[in-house]
């Protein structure tokens, strides 16, 4: 499955962000999704996951009660919603597919990673 996200630009704090996340290749319908970022001089952390089968979320501390993570399987996107945004967000933002038994939320329980997008989060 190859995937590419997209919505990236340049928003200011307090504004709000869509992210999309389209692929193509294979059906995104079976599979966990999941959003990472990673800043300048930092390692790749985790920000969100939507599991396949009934829409569960999680989410880092870091962005929860700013940040929605949904799909459309019908449209094989999955979509991040950032809202409240702030300069610490500004990241490169990345979608990939949860490995078949994996239920981590670290960059290697996932893969098929995409061309990430990049936020930039003015104060």
């Known amino acids: 499955v190859q995937l590419q996200a997209s919505g990236g630009g340049l928003v200011q704090a307090g504004g709000s962000l869509r992210l999309s996340c389209a692929a193509s290749g294979r059906t995104l319908s079976s599979y966990d999704m999941g959003w990472f970022r990673q800043a300048p001089g930092k390692e790749r952390e985790f920000v969100a996951v939507?599991?396949?089968?009934?829409?569960?979320?999680y989410y880092a501390d870091s962005v929860k009660g700013r940040f929605t993570v949904s799909r459309d399987n019908a449209k094989n996107t999955v979509y991040l919603q950032m809202n409240s945004l702030k300069p610490e967000d500004t990241a490169v933002y990345y979608c990939?597919?949860?490995?078949?038994?994996?239920?981590?939320?670290?960059?290697?329980?996932?893969?098929?990673w995409g061309q990430g997008t990049q936020l930039t989060v003015s104060s």
């Open positions: 939507i599991t396949w089968s009934i829409g569960r979320t």
């Open positions: 990939a597919v949860r490995r078949n038994s994996r239920f981590g939320t670290t960059p290697t329980d996932f893969g098929s």
